[in-house]
């Protein structure tokens, strides 16, 4: 059975499913499209590298020193997963009784990666705090994508 907290977020959210199929097409392409998710984080962190600055050196050093903290975010986060209760992706759990995103693939997600923490949200995160150092605007820019185009498809779809 799957504890409380998770299983209302789920049924909250995953009642939605399967009604709307341009949306529900929509929200798998998100989830599906590496390039896109990373691709206007990146393109933020060389907006931001090129950018005129007083302190340009300082500027890119917090750059460099945030891709480093994301980069050792994700190694804690894969090690905790080691060491920590497996628990399966919430749309693998028979018991959330989910219904499935309308051009969503179930069978092609294997059940051996921990679901918790989530190595996107993780990543993702790490990295809008990482611009969020850099430039206050672009930081809370990318914490609303993040959670929006990345975190949310995710979570809706049941990964």
Not at 20 to 40: A, W
Not at 115 to 132: E, I, K, N, V, Y
Request: aromatic share 16%.
């Amino acid at each position: 059975m799957p504890n409380f907290f998770d299983h209302s977020v789920m049924s909250a959210i995953n009642q939605f499913c399967g009604k709307h199929e341009i949306f529900d097409r929509f929200v798998v392409f998100l989830t599906d499209n590496d390039l896109l998710k990373g691709c206007l984080i990146m393109t933020l962190f060389w907006w931001e590298w090129f950018k005129p600055a007083e302190n340009l050196a300082g500027k890119r050093q917090r750059i460099i020193s945030g891709i480093y903290g994301s980069c050792v975010a994700m190694i804690l986060v894969r090690v905790i997963t080691m060491f920590t209760h497996f628990r399966t992706r919430p749309i693998l759990n028979p018991a959330n009784h989910l219904i499935t995103a309308i051009g969503f693939n179930v069978g092609r997600i294997p059940n051996t990666h921990n679901s918790f923490p989530s190595d996107h949200g993780t990543m993702f995160f790490a990295l809008a705090t990482a611009l969020f150092f850099v430039s206050r605007r672009m930081g809370i820019f990318s914490f609303i994508y993040v959670a929006l185009f990345i975190a949310f498809p995710r979570i809706y779809v049941g990964l």
